[in-house]
T-cell receptor, first 109, second 117 residues
Framework: QKEVEQNSGPLSVPEGAIASLNCTYS??????FFWYRQYSGKSPELIMS????GDKEDGRFTAQLNKASQYVSLLIRDSQPSDSATYLC?????????FGAGTILRVKS | GAVVSQHPSWVICKSGTSVKIECRSL??????MFWYRQFPKQSLMLMAT?????????EQGVEKDKFLINHASLTLSTLTVTSAHPEDSSFYIC?????????????FGSGTRLTVV
């Protein structure tokens, strides 16, 4: 059974701080990784995808991947109250996405 | 970017009736779509993979006779919850995969909140 693990949180950070979200996965052969943001009552929206070891930056978001450690993270710089949501880590297994349970992020103004 | 439209956004039905949910890829063709269910404060659970022109592939524990999936075209997949019961009340979300700029992503529809009374 392929697993994706996330700390459920909630993770609370002050406005303007860096939020760090972490995810580990069990399938060493996984090649594709995704971060989604989900607001309460809404469907997930894709923030970033990452396929290679290292960092990938997009605006205030940076995804980090370490395949040797089977670890992927998402950094949110200059956190805003509007970033408050559940962040889902997803790993592609075959043709499907396997989701973690999600981490609740709360950005306090 | 890729857009996946899902309809209806919410529905209330009586126990024992059937409900159909539609999922459309608006600006791309999707040979494969995915159906998820999400209970409150839980993550997304994949129910089935919908394949255009062929039978859906269901995940273990999902009743294929209860959750009927039809993927008749490259842009439309439907999920029918048959003989719905209150325990079927949930948030149902479809997803499709699109390739763009050498990369790809899985785009989600807006979801359907089903309440069975």
């Amino acid at each position: 059974q392929k697993e994706v693990e996330q700390n459920s949180g909630p993770l609370s950070v002050p406005e303007g701080a860096i939020a760090s979200l972490n995810c580990t996965y069990s399938d060493r052969g996984s090649q594709s990784f995704f971060w989604y943001r989900q607001y309460s009552g809404k469907s997930p929206e894709l923030i970033m995808s990452i396929y290679s070891n290292g960092d990938k930056e997009d605006g205030r978001f940076t995804a980090q991947l370490n395949k040797a450690s089977q670890y992927v993270s998402l950094l949110i710089r200059d956190s805003q109250p509007s970033d408050s949501a559940t962040y889902l880590c997803a790993v592609k297994g075959g043709n499907k996405l396997v989701f973690g349970a999600g981490t609740i992020l709360r950005v306090k103004s | 970017g890729a857009v996946v439209s899902q309809h209806p956004s919410w529905v209330i039905c009586k126990s024992g009736t059937s409900v159909k949910i539609e999922c459309r890829s608006l600006d791309f063709q999707a040979t494969t779509m995915f159906w998820y269910r999400q209970f409150p404060k839980q993550s997304l659970m994949l129910m089935a993979t919908s394949n255009e022109g062929s039978k859906a592939t269901y995940e273990q524990g999902v009743e294929k006779d209860k959750f009927l999936i039809n993927h008749a075209s490259l842009t439309l997949s439907t999920l029918t919850v048959t003989s719905a019961h209150p325990e079927d009340s949930s948030f149902y979300i479809c997803s499709a995969r699109e390739t763009y700029r050498g990369s790809y992503g899985y785009t989600f529809g807006s979801g359907t909140r089903l309440t069975v009374v």
